[in-house]
C-alpha cells in the first residue's frame, strides 16, 4: 500500500476555509505524519492516525463517491522518545470504522492475520491429506467408478469445510473480534 499512487482527500482547515488536497499514501506520510508521531500506551508502537476520504467510483467511469476512512500509522520503535522515522521503516493500515482507536485497530489486524495464517496452514495440510487420499481414492475408483469416488471427495469437502467454520465460531479471538 504504500507504494500505491491512489490518492487519499485530505480536508485541512485554515480558519473557516475548507482546503481539499488529493495525496497518496507518501504525500500524507511527508506532509501529516513525519516528525508527528504518538506513543502507543503499553506497546513498543508509534503510531499517526489521519482522517482521510476515498473515492471509491471507478476513474472516468463513475461519478466521485468519497467514503470516510482511518489510516494508521504504525512504526516501531523500543524508545518512545524517537520522533524522527527513516522513508522504510513505517506501515500503514487502512480502516472503515473511524471511530476505532490505534490500539483497537492493531488488535483487530492481528487477530486477522492469525486467521490468514490459521488458514493458510490448514490448506497445505488438506492438500496433503487429499494427495494422500486421491491415492486410495485411485483404487476405490476401480472397483466403484468415478461417480461414487466423486461423491466420497465431496463428502470429505464438506465435512472439512463445516469442521474448518466451527473451529472459527468456538476460536475465542474469533468471538472477541464478534463481540466488537
Known amino acids: 500500500m504504500k507504494k500505491s499512487k491512489l490518492k487519499y482527500r485530505l480536508r485541512?482547515?485554515?480558519?473557516?476555509?475548507?482546503?481539499?488536497?488529493?495525496?497518496?499514501?507518501?504525500?500524507?506520510?511527508?506532509?501529516?505524519?513525519?516528525?508527528?508521531?504518538?506513543?502507543?500506551?503499553?506497546?513498543?508502537?508509534q503510531a499517526k492516525v489521519v482522517d482521510v476520504e476515498i473515492n471509491l467510483a471507478k476513474p472516468d467511469k463513475q461519478p466521485e463517491q468519497w467514503a470516510p476512512v482511518r489510516l494508521l500509522f504504525v512504526r516501531g520503535t523500543a524508545r518512545t522518545d524517537k520522533t524522527q522515522a527513516s522513508k522504510k521503516d513505517w506501515a500503514v493500515f487502512l480502516c472503515t470504522d473511524t471511530a476505532l482507536t490505534a490500539t483497537q485497530i492493531l488488535e483487530l489486524?492481528?487477530?486477522r492475520w492469525a486467521i490468514e495464517v490459521y488458514f493458510k496452514?490448514?490448506?497445505?495440510?488438506?492438500?496433503?491429506?487429499?494427495a494422500?487420499?486421491?491415492?486410495?481414492?485411485?483404487?476405490?475408483t476401480a472397483v466403484l467408478g468415478d461417480a461414487v469416488t466423486a461423491l466420497v471427495l465431496e463428502t470429505i469437502d464438506a465435512h472439512i469445510h463445516c469442521w474448518f467454520t466451527q473451529v472459527l465460531q468456538l476460536d475465542p479471538k474469533t468471538l472477541r473480534l464478534e463481540a466488537l
Open 12 to 45: 485541512e482547515y485554515r480558519g473557516e476555509t475548507v482546503i481539499n488536497r488529493d495525496l497518496d499514501v507518501q504525500a500524507l506520510y511527508q506532509h501529516v505524519v513525519r516528525k508527528h508521531w504518538q506513543a502507543i500506551a503499553g506497546q513498543p508502537y
Open 132 to 140: 494422500v487420499l486421491s491415492g486410495a481414492l485411485d483404487e476405490l
Open 121 to 130: 496452514e490448514a490448506n497445505k495440510l488438506w492438500q496433503v491429506f487429499r
Open 109 to 111: 489486524y492481528a487477530m
